[in-house]
């Protein structure tokens, strides 16, 4: 949700903080603007995407060496120019882009209003600075006290960075609840939500803690928390590629990222799985697997495609370590007054390792004694910063907001975490596990298999691109792989879509069933398949139009369907990380055939740091 950028250096600083929103555009879309040091602090912002902001700009002189901008995802006041950061102070003399909510807002205003104030936008951002600037005056101190003590007083998350026409070279940065990463360059510093803006320039970065102030003065940079105590910034270097964060000639980031999957599958394993020796290792879990082994119950929180990975854990856990699972919306879990003991072990999964409501349910189960173990894809961000072990999932920037690789390098940790305890408790046989092993090895090139689909895939969303309903139906491994593609279609396409476990289907979507219902079955050859083919036969005989996804050379199932998408065998617990394939492609071209932004949908954002 919102994405900062701040520059103060040789460089001309718009240039690189356009380039770094475009980046963290992902974040939020909205509106954008960007606050210059050109003659005077200058605000210029923009309702819509980066690119309109950047045409505004045109032949406007703006040379600078510092600055810094944002790309908004509305939560206080509607997305229009107003409501745009950067903001401005009551004396203009002040400005600031924030990431985050400011929950006593209204009270400051109040109180602020009650003082004179009057406010040009509807944000919660702009109640900020001016209350900075009102202790600024009142207190006749620095800035960087008065940004300190507002701190101290405000209720909520915020990422922040102020500038101040009175000290053109000074950039304060703070954070608590939402991300801020320093790049460290040669006489030169960077500010970013993520560090995909900074690695062009460098790989030296500072991940802000919460609770702690970033002054950046005349080319010095010094660290303090809110109680004023300095600290040594410790310097990291960050692992990035920039053709990672680059679409690399595919036409969107979504198709560049579903085709990366034998890669990101692949990458997941290297190092921690070699199934000729029967080696299988996560370095993060070493310290905890005791915990996992003995755990009394497992609970897994998450959200959006993330919980749907949980779904399929929640599978392969009890099948392989006999353990209870139970996986949980976190905004869900958060909220209610859940039963968690000490023997329990909760499972995060994130690809952000930022959702707020994930972080939040994490802080609780914490409070209540319980093991926490993260799996996130973002080095270095919250969540894995608030567990207390956990494994990357390391399938590389994933910037399309429809998540896909992550989806399947959270399944593939997620196995091998299973499997690792399982096989320590002796709940799996040696033989069993063996098995997963090789066949976990083989999912790459069964991915590649499956993309080779791609141009078949194509045509069926070709014929169905101007359907307004959808039903995936899967079974055992395969309903939450329903669920997500279903998720997959309404996100990118607008198409609203329903998945469900096949067999509820007679318990009410069958109302919905008629020759204008296309309805995409999972259903491969496994346990179930027998059981599906009945709900596939129900469908037909209410004259629903069927996708198949298939296991390659079944005869039975293409002459009950108007389509069939081939993939290859796989054993059945490991199936959702082929079978899904399919479904993200449909949803990609369904989206592109219908002109929707398929990297940036409407209304969403890929990293949901607000509740
Ligand atoms: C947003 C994204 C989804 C993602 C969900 C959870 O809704 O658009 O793609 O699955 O957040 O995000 P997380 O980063 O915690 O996995």
């Known amino acids: 949700m919102c994405g900062i950028v701040a520059y103060l250096g040789p460089r001309q600083a ?31 912002k923009k309702k819509g995407k980066v690119s ?217 394993m290297r190092g921690r799985l070699d199934s000729a020796s029967g080696r299988l290792v996560l370095g993060g879990l070493r310290d905890y697997v005791n915990a996992l082994v003995n755990a009394d119950r497992i609970v897994i929180i998450a959200c959006g495609t993330s919980w749907h990975a949980g779904l399929v854990a929640e599978y392969f856990f009890e099948e392989t370590c006999r353990i209870p699972v139970e996986v949980e919306y976190a905004s869900e879990f958060r909220y209610r007054n859940p039963v968690i003991h000490e023997g329990d072990v909760v499972i995060a999964i994130s690809q952000s390792g930022e959702t707020a409501d994930t972080l939040a349910a994490i802080e609780l189960a914490k409070s209540k004694g319980a093991i926490i173990f993260g799996v996130c894809n973002v080095v270095g961000s919250s969540i894995p910063r608030a567990t207390h072990a956990g494994a990357y999932t ?61 141009p078949q895939i194509l045509q069926i969303a070709e014929t169905f691109k101007d359907s307004t309903n959808f039903l995936y139906l899967g079974r055992g491994y395969n309903f939450p792989v329903a669920l997500e593609g279903a998720l997959k279609l309404k996100e990118i396409s607008y198409i609203h879509a329903e998945g ?38 129900e469908v037909k005989a209410r004259k629903g139009k069927v996708i198949s996804v298939i296991t390659e050379g079944d005869t039975h199932i293409p002459k009950m369907s108007e389509y069939v998408i081939e993939i290859p065998a796989t054993l059945e617990p490991l199936t959702p990380l082929i079978s899904v394939i399919p479904l993200q492609l449909l949803s990609y071209h369904m989206a592109v055939l219908r002109g929707c932004n398929v990297d940036q949908p409407r209304n969403l954002a890929k990293s949901v740091t607000v509740e």
């Not at 380039?19 to 909205?30: C, I, S, V």
């Not at 002040?94 to 009650?114: M, V």
């Open 394 to 454: 390391h399938a590389g920037p994933e910037i399309g907001v429809a998540s896909t690789k992550a989806f399947t390098a959270q399944l593939t940790v997620l196995y091998m975490i299973a499997l690792i305890v399982a096989h320590k408790k002796g709940s799996i046989s040696e033989q069993n596990y063996r098995e997963l092993l090789v066949e976990l090895e083989n999912i790459p090139g069964k991915v590649e298999t499956v993309l080779a689909h791609d």
């Open 14 to 44: 718009q240039e690189v903080i356009i380039k770094g929103l475009k980046r963290l555009e992902y974040r939020g879309y909205d509106s954008a603007g960007i606050a210059l040091m050109n003659g005077g602090l200058n605000v210029y």
């Open 52 to 268: 309109e902001l950047e045409s505004t700009l045109k032949g406007l002189n703006l040379e600078s060496h510092i600055g810094m901008g944002h790309t908004r995802w509305a939560t206080h006041g509607e997305p229009n120019d107003g409501n745009a950061h950067p903001h401005y102070s009551a004396t203009k003399k002040l400005a600031i882009i924030h990431n985050g909510i400011i929950e006593n807002y209204s009270a400051l205003k109040q109180d602020l209003i009650s003082k004179g104030h009057s406010f040009q936008s509807d944000t919660d951002t702009e109640v900020f600075i001016h209350f900075i600037e009102d202790i600024k005056e009142k207190e006749q101190c620095a800035l960087e006290e008065a940004v300190r003590l507002a701190l101290t007083k405000v209720v909520g998350a915020y990422a922040i960075v102020v500038m101040s026409l009175e000290e053109p070279n000074l950039l304060i940065a703070a954070r608590k609840g939402s991300p801020l990463v320093i790049g460290v360059g040669k006489d030169e510093f960077f500010m970013a939500s993520d560090a995909t803006p900074i690695i062009e320039y460098t790989n030296e970065v500072i991940y802000l803690n919460d609770q702690e102030i970033a002054v950046i003065r005349d080319n010095k940079l010094s660290i303090k928390d809110t109680s004023n105590l300095p600290l040594t910034p410790y310097v990291q270097i960050v692992d990035m590629e920039l053709e990672a964060i680059e679409k690399g000639g595919y036409e969107h980031f979504m198709l560049k990222e579903i085709f990366e999957q034998p890669r990101s599958i692949m990458d997941c």
């Open 500 to 537: 469900y476990p096949a067999a509820e289907m007679k318990h009410g979507p069958i109302a919905l069933i008629d020759e204008e219902m296309p309805v995409v079955f999972i259903a491969t050859k496994d346990s179930s398949y027998e059981k599906i083919i009945s709900n596939i036969q």
